[in-house]
């Protein structure tokens, strides 16, 4: 008796009694994706090896869907009414916009395109013309998934590239958090949203270098989608972004302070005891600071200097 697998999207065609998986293209990617269903074929009729390509097969549907996501409509809009205009000869090259095309200031062209509406091949090429004729065209600007999807291909091979890509998605969000925009235009995010962005941050709790660090990253995905994309008179609203230090990031930069002049004269009877492990290791403490969880230092070792301090201050650090 054969078994018959259920499972999202999976079908048996009915001519061939194989497994398919088929699946309907969502409504508002149909035209970036270009077909209205996913539609594959398993080539088994056997439940067990359909369900082990099935898992496969629905995956990479949903990295499809997913990836389509990210593309900005309106670019792509913007790409398949240039393609139809030099297709049908009405314009040259690819500009970046256009005008309306008037009767009295060309009426050869506005006749080219009359005619061009008449003779198309399907109601989306004939809708692309008369739009461009009637209202022009203008390419949109640039939206931050596509300057992050670039600047991290443009850094790929890179040692890094597994922790630059978690930093830029995170920093990215955080973007997409305070503007409440899936994907704004890069020239939308403002000194008011970089603002806003460092304040997020500094209000949840993050340390003063965290801060610091993230807004680094925006700055230097800023800076590459201005470059890559020739993004003309936009400023880069994070260059100049400043990171007020708090009460607590005072106290932690405290506690990395090195030792004064006074405190390692009243030390030194005791580094002239020590191995010379300990005396390194003072050292290092003395002259560039340290903490308790410093990877440098061992409990053993924190102790010690807790020793000293207490000798020199009179009570416990």
């Known amino acids: 008796m054969r078994v018959i697998v259920e499972m999202d999207h999976l079908t048996i065609d009915p001519k061939s009694g194989r497994y398919k998986y088929r699946r309907r293209v969502p409504k ?11 539609s594959i074929s398993l080539r088994t009729s056997e439940s067990h090896e359909a369900t082990r390509q099935y898992q496969q097969v629905h995956k990479d549907v949903e ?6 996501r990210t ?13 139809t205009l030099r297709q049908r000869g009405l314009i040259l090259g690819k500009p970046s916009d256009m005008g309306p095309v008037r009767f009295e200031d060309n009426p050869d062209q506005f006749i080219k395109y009359t005619d061009a509406a008449l003779s198309a091949k ?19 600007p640039v939206r931050l998934n596509e300057v992050k999807e670039a600047y991290l291909r443009d850094r790929a091979d890179a040692d890094n590239s597994k922790d630059l890509e978690k930093q830029t998605d ?7 958090e305070v503007t409440g925009d899936k994907n704004p235009a890069l020239i939308s995010i403002d000194i008011d949203v970089a603002y806003a962005f460092r304040d997020h941050m500094m209000s949840t709790g993050r340390a003063w270098g965290t ?4 807004i680094s990253t925006m700055k230097a995905v800023v800076n590459f989608g201005i470059q890559r994309f020739s993004v003309v008179g936009y400023m880069n609203p994070f260059s100049s972004l400043s990171v ?13 302070a090195p030792l004064s002049g006074d405190e390692i ?25 340290a903490q308790k969880n410093s990877p440098a230092l061992n409990g053993v070792t924190w102790r010690l200097i807790t020793h000293f301090l207490t000798f020199i201050s009179g009570q416990t650090p």
């Not at 593309?71 to 393609?83: C, F, G, H, L, R």
């Not at 399907?122 to 949109?140: C, H, T, V, W």
């Open 28 to 38: 508002d990617l149909k035209g970036i994706l270009g077909k209205s269903e996913f």
């Open 63 to 68: 990295a499809q869907i997913a990836a389509a």
């Open 71 to 83: 593309i900005d409509p309106e670019m792509v809009d913007y790409e398949a009414t240039v393609t």
């Open 122 to 140: 399907s109601d989306d090429e004939e809708d692309r013309i008369l739009n461009a004729k009637f209202y022009g065209f203008q390419k949109p």
């Open 170 to 176: 995170l920093v990215c969000r955080l973007i997409t």
């Open 211 to 214: 801060v610091k660090r993230r």
């Open 244 to 256: 007020p230090r708090g009460a607590e990031d005072r106290a932690e930069r405290d506690k990395r």
């Open 265 to 289: 004269h009243l030390c030194a009877t005791f580094v002239q005891q020590m191995n010379q492990d300990l005396a390194d290791l003072w050292v290092l403490m003395a002259f560039t600071g």
